[in-house]
């Protein structure tokens, strides 16, 4: 795909001679998005608890790998330590855990509402340039796979000389199957390193298309990779999308930063019109009058979007018949199957071929991996009837850790509740219910009414119908209690909150 | 396949001549072979809750709809409304239970140890000669399913015809495919009313063979109902297989009949040679020297031995697209598929085609329907490596009510009792474990060391370990408890029972 090393070059210098916006700047800030709320992993994935934040190939967790995927870059450039993430409002909490136990300190950007890669783009880049006019951000998505790091890292050096000069540069992926899954980019004239310009953006093509794409070879997939200076971003948002870029820029002025989030203002971001990085910009560039060039660098380095379960499969090491299981799994003649036992029950498959079996606490999929895309239609249908499983998961984080509702009659209900050291409950009161609390591990404070009283392993209290009442963990380990729970209505809304360390009343 | 009538009539007329040995009797007593262990339905059947305790078509178990099928029979013969049903010892009293809630009052013979279906039937038919020599018994296994009683009610008014006349019946369904999982008759004479001489039993054949069976026409499956005098049972295996027939005599003769029970002495009955109905008589009748000729009779009326899940399958009302869903199911785009969510869990199918899942609360299978004779071999691998699920459920089934165990961590475990109205658990103690019981539903009498006392909803109480106590249910609704064990041991093998009710001592 490489053209003669004349025409790259002299290609190369005019596009260099052209993007005379900026200064040279050797510093990399990773820009991570984590507004995504992607279904298409259910029962995995659910509304509260989307696709990054699950370990689908790993032991950590899509946005993990990705907070910690810059770690050990040697490119020439300074990577910040402290890379900014954008996420949405209802997983903030589990992002910060999540980041935190990685040992990373990041900026984090709660965005009030939903808008889509560009704003989110922009808001980190305001961020960005707040510091250092001059970033180069290398925005990654976070709940995709690349499985060679160093690979990954050769492209990012490219990208970033690129950048430096003022481009807009994607990492594109070599197609190795029609898929119709993916935008493509048509690739323009050769540059240096394997490089090229960017001809053009196209959508997700038909499969007819998508196969003359690829034999065409001059297709490559976006895989939402974009390295680029965060001052050229704003420049070239301003030119194509003049009311997404001030809507934002006022949003992150009147913003406020509390304990560990940026929180842009909820009224101005409100205004941001929703589009994606694709549409609100790079489709525009390399046009008559486009403000910048775009170029492409390829990334052979194992990238995966596990855009479904089907992706996940083929992401994933196999055993000799083509198998992938994680937990309690027994195959018996079964073939490219892709087993996951999440709910601790055993799973058994027998001679099945191509399916995808995910088994949770309160949910199982069984999917034929070919149909693995319908599951998206599947999970629509859900929310539509409001089922709970599209929402959330039997077990329900907390910023205090954890309660799982591990059983349900007519008139009570029994949860497991794991709160981490150090952590406390709001203050709270029930009108509808009663609670028995059982200690099974570690030490309890509890507040009940005026008294308040510690309870070790094997201990119990009572907390009566309309009493004030506090859980805490004082200790240095974890704290769990069982906790029966009676009355004639049990649902999650009948709390008052009178005090809350985590700003939820 | 009916000869001509002329033939047919003589074979009638030669074989009741020949079958001189007992006089008329117009008495019927259903006998149900409740002994099976069946788990070719894992994981809804296992070892300790078999397949004829399971609801698998209707809303009665398999064991009840058998227990009631001869109601309604009109075919000029008195049927005994006090069945003998032969069951295992680890199934009495779920066995009992079943067969009370159907408002039957039942004799139940308890098998000290498996010894396959002929001895089972010798001992029904020792107990139906005790009060009447001359019963006619109609011999069922207890976990078929008959879609058409009237045809089967027919079919058996034909066999009693021939029983009474001392011939040894057997029911034969007309093949539709070339099944290797039954045994085939060999049809011989014609006889009156579509019944024939049995020419031979031919065991499972290869599927060669199953197909020149099925073409011949000649060929029925071998339903497993037998239609026979007592005495001519006995007297046939007298003389066919003394050492089975004294061991059962001796067996019968000194063993005990407690409350609901009957027991044959397990020294005595440990030494029965296991054989099967069809190899310890029925493959030598009709041969010469034989004591009594077999005859079969043509059965229509929508008979499934629920031999496996496709079997299952085939017996069930299915959706236009070939589904069949029990329990919370959704299909996207699924056919042919059998469904059964028994866990309370949403179980989705996307696109599948041809499988089965079974979701129950600790184990899910996923099979594809051609291998479903596949599980025996699975569960045989979960017994050899002592998995639980192939043992009970997580559910198990007491003589008093059941328990749950619903949850577990390191130290402690959480268990979901019900009682029945009336029953009282042991007199017990533990070594190794404390237990909260919080009541969620009706009132538990308590003892508690010396002390006894009740417990009405949302109260609770303490057990501390090395107490003796005791859980009674005094009241007439259900009695609910959560109970929560904490402790370095918690098997249930940490229990001393001090009293018992239930002879459990």
Redesign the interface.
């Known amino acids: 795909m490489m053209e003669d090393a004349v025409s790259s070059e002299d290609a190369m210098a005019a596009a260099i001679a052209e993007a005379s916006l900026g200064h040279a700047c050797r510093r990399i800030v990773p820009v991570i998005l984590a507004g995504g709320s992607g279904t298409r992993l259910w ?1 995995m994935s659910r509304e509260q608890f989307p696709k990054q934040l699950i370990d689908v190939v790993g032991r950590d967790s899509l946005l993990q790998a990705t907070v910690t995927r810059m770690e050990g870059f040697v490119g020439g450039f300074d990577v910040d330590t402290q890379p900014i993430i954008v996420c949405g409002e209802e997983h903030r909490f589990q992002t910060e855990e999540q980041v935190r136990a990685c040992g990373v300190c990041a900026k984090i950007i709660v965005e009030p509402a939903r808008r889509d890669t560009a704003p989110a783009l922009t808001l980190a880049a305001l961020a960005a340039v707040n510091q250092d006019d001059d970033a180069i951000m290398v925005v990654m998505p976070s709940d995709h796979s690349i499985s060679d790091i160093p690979a990954l890292h050769r492209a990012i050096a490219i990208a970033a000389e690129y950048a430096e000069h003022s481009m807009i540069v994607t990492l594109g992926v070599a197609p190795t199957r029609p898929d119709t899954g993916f935008g493509y980019i048509r690739i323009g004239d050769a540059l240096e390193n394997g490089a090229h310009l960017i001809d053009r953006f196209v959508e997700k093509p038909t499969t007819e298309l998508a196969a003359q794409y690829v034999a065409a070879g001059t297709y490559w997939w976006n895989s939402g990779i974009f390295i680029v200076r965060a001052g050229v971003w704003l420049e070239a948002l301003a030119k194509l999308n003049g009311d997404m870029h001030a809507a934002c820029t006022a949003a992150f002025a009147e913003g406020k930063a509390d304990d560990n989030f940026i929180r842009p203002c909820p009224f101005q971001f409100g205004r941001v019109p929703a589009d994606s990085i694709d549409y609100a910009v790079m489709e525009h560039i390399g046009a008559a009058g486009s403000p910048c060039k775009g170029v492409v660098v390829p990334l052979a380095a194992g990238w995966s979007d596990l855009g479904s379960w089907d992706a996940v499969w083929e992401a994933m090491e196999k055993d000799g018949l083509g198998n992938v299981a994680s937990g309690r799994v ?1 195959f ?2 079964a073939t490219s199957s892709y ?1 996951r ?1 999440e ?1 601790g ?9 191509n ?1 995808v ?1 995910v ?1 949770t ?8 991996r ?3 895309q ?2 998206k ?2 999970v629509a ?2 929310r539509e009837q409001r ?1 709970p ?1 599209a929402e959330t998961h039997r077990k329900v984080r907390r910023p205090w850790g954890f309660y ?1 509702a ?2 349900r ?4 209900q ?1 949860k ?1 509740i794991v709160v981490a050291p150090g952590a406390r409950l709001s203050l709270q009161m029930h009108h509808h219910r ?1 609670e ?1 609390w ?1 200690v ?2 570690g030490t309890a404070l509890v507040t009940r009414g005026e008294d308040q009283f510690l309870l070790s ?2 201990q ?1 209290t ?1 907390i009566p119908l309309g009493v004030q009442h506090r859980l805490e963990n004082p200790g240095k380990v974890q704290l ?1 209690i ?1 906790e ?1 729970q ?1 009355g004639s209505y049990l649902g999650e809304d009948d709390i008052v909150r009178l005090d809350d360390c985590y700003g939820r009343i």
């Open positions: 029962p027994v018996e003649g087993v036992a709910g029950r055993l799973v058994a498959c027998v001679g099945t071929s399916v079996v088994d606490d309160d949910a199982v999929l069984v999917a034929d070919s149909h693995a319908d599951i239609t599947l249908r859900f089922a499983e799982d591990i059983e009659g007519e008139r009570f029994v497991r009663a028995h059982v099974v591990r392993e094997n119990s009572f769990e069982i029966v009676s």
